[in-house]
């Protein structure tokens, strides 16, 4: 069975602050996804991870991928209230369709 | 840019009453997907169909839940009869095929049993 682990679950910091948020999979899989979510919103989809190495960046967030370690990272950098959101990570294996396995959640505020 | 629609966005219902959610993918996406969601948790697959045809519904609460995708197209989940449990969003996605990277959620659909 695949286990998607995210932490922290909750995360307060404060604005101008740097963090980072970690996803840990129990399976091998090459593909990692990273979402966000507004309060009583859908996800909208931040990252696709799709090789081991992979980083990619949008604005104050940057995403990282090890498939070896089966960990991928979301990075904060000089955090604005604007990112308050949930973060979810998620992992798809072609033994289970590929459909996504979440993880569950890091519930992000940013005060001033 | 093109969207997956669900519809309704909310819906109230009594307990043991029936409940249908729709859900129509974007043209050409192959593979759909209901996911449920509860309040402060990840999503959780409920159902994955291929074209037509159910590819996993292991997770499904048979004995309440049916989906249904008659030809290939849009889909429709129903509950009967609703449990309280049963208050959560539920979420339908589509991709073009299972080889594809990206995923695309819909609005969802907020159920709230009473």
């Known amino acids: 069975e695949l286990k998607v682990e995210q932490n922290p679950l909750f995360l307060s910091m404060q604005e101008g602050k740097n963090y980072t948020i970690y996803c840990n999979y129990s399976t091998t899989s090459d593909r990692l996804y990273w979402y966000r979510q507004d309060p009583g919103k859908s996800l909208e989809s931040l990252f696709v991870?799709?090789?081991?190495?992979a980083v990619k960046q949008e604005g104050r967030l940057m995403a990282s991928l090890d498939t070896k370690a089966r960990l991928s990272t979301l990075h904060i950098t000089a955090a604005v209230h604007d990112l308050s959101a949930t973060y979810f990570c998620?992992?798809?294996?072609?033994?289970?369709?590929?459909?996504?396995?979440f993880g569950k959640g890091t519930s992000l505020l940013v005060t001033p | 840019e093109a969207e997956v629609a669900q519809s309704p966005r909310y819906k109230i219902t009594e307990k043991s009453q029936a409940v249908a959610f729709w859900c129509d993918p974007i043209?050409?996406?192959?593979?759909l997907y209901w996911y449920r969601q509860i309040l402060g948790q990840g999503p959780e697959l409920l159902v994955q169909f291929q074209d037509e045809s159910v590819v996993d519904d292991s997770q499904l609460p048979k004995d309440r839940f049916s989906a249904e995708r008659l030809k290939g197209v849009d889909s429709t989940l129903k509950i009967q009869p609703a449990e309280l449990g049963d208050s959560a969003m539920y979420l339908c996605?589509?991709?073009?095929?299972?080889?594809?990277?990206?995923?695309?959620f819909g609005s969802g659909t907020r159920l709230t049993v009473v």
């Open positions: 996605a589509s991709r073009r095929n299972v080889a594809a990277g990206g995923y695309t």
């Open positions: 998620a992992v798809d294996l072609s033994n289970s369709g590929y459909a996504l396995n």
């Open positions: 043209s050409g996406h192959a593979t």
């Open positions: 991870l799709l090789s081991n190495g």
